[in-house]
Nanobody, 123 residues
Framework: QVQLVESGGGLVQPGGSLRLSCAAS????????MGWYRQAPGKQRELVAR???????NYADSMKGRFTISRDNAKNTVYLQMNSLKPEDTAVYYC?????????????????WGQGTQVTVSS
């Protein structure tokens, strides 16, 4: 099993910055990617950013140029640097880890989720 713990959320003014972190522990599978998703009240959960072990990244269009995802594979930790924050960025941000386990020809994929951390952008 994998446990994910997020930190770094809080209240910030529009235009401000915030840095989120997520540490994975107790891995029972091989984690090949980690990412961030968010969910605002009344909206569906959406992708913020994702990064693979090889360093490949992808971002939601609305976050490109403002958010940067990075990771420390040795620590199984992923970070999200958020700049130029807007009120519409207000949401609960969830850390995600993608794992894989292979048993002979059987390939199983797993998704793990953190408890979420609140980000509020308001003046």
């Amino acid at each position: 099993q994998v446990q994910l713990v997020e930190s770094g959320g809080g209240l910030v003014q529009p235009g401000g910055s915030l840095r989120l972190s997520c540490a994975a522990s107790g891995s029972a599978v091989s984690i090949y990617a980690m990412g961030w998703y968010r969910q605002a009240p009344g909206k569906q959960r959406e992708l913020v950013a994702r990064i693979t072990n090889s360093g490949s990244t992808n971002y939601a269009d609305s976050m490109k140029g403002r958010f940067t995802i990075s990771r420390d594979n040795a620590k199984n930790t992923v970070y999200l640097q958020m700049n130029s924050l807007k009120p519409e960025d207000t949401a609960v941000y969830y850390c995600n880890a993608e794992g894989i386990k292979v048993v002979e020809t059987d390939v199983r994929k797993y998704d793990y989720w953190g408890q979420g951390t609140q980000v509020t952008v308001s003046s």
